[in-house]
């Protein structure tokens, strides 16, 4: 299974981006989807996830600018953001996660830079 991210840039604060995570394999529709987030000097952490039943969580830092969805029939995860703060700058990777087999696959990362 590959998976791909794009869509990372540089913006202003309070501007938007939208992230796609692509991936090939069948396993993709039976995957849970989670974005996670390496900022410079900090550990990598969750940002919004969506199951296989399209259930949706985010972390609390980025609920409400933030949203996740997945189009199934292209096997494409896509993250918008909106009203990026500088704290967003980060490294933002993918990871398609199934629980039975376990599986897990993770992307190369995309850079979001927000400058104030």
């Known amino acids: 299974v590959r998976v791909v991210e794009s869509g990372g840039d540089s913006v202003q604060a309070g501007g938007s981006l939208r992230l796609s995570c692509a991936a090939s394999g069948t396993v993709f529709s039976r995957a849970a989807i989670t974005w996670f987030r390496q900022g410079p000097g900090k550990q990598r952490e969750m940002v919004a996830e969506i199951d296989s039943g399209g259930s949706i969580s985010y972390a609390d830092s980025v609920r409400g600018r933030f949203a996740i969805s997945r189009d199934n029939a292209i096997y494409t995860v896509s993250l918008e953001m909106d009203s990026l703060k500088p704290e967003d700058t980060a490294v933002y990777y993918c990871?398609?996660?199934?629980?039975?087999?376990?599986?897990?696959?993770w992307g190369q990362g995309t850079q979001v830079t927000v400058s104030s």
């Open positions: 990871n398609l996660r199934q629980s039975s087999p376990f599986q897990s696959y």
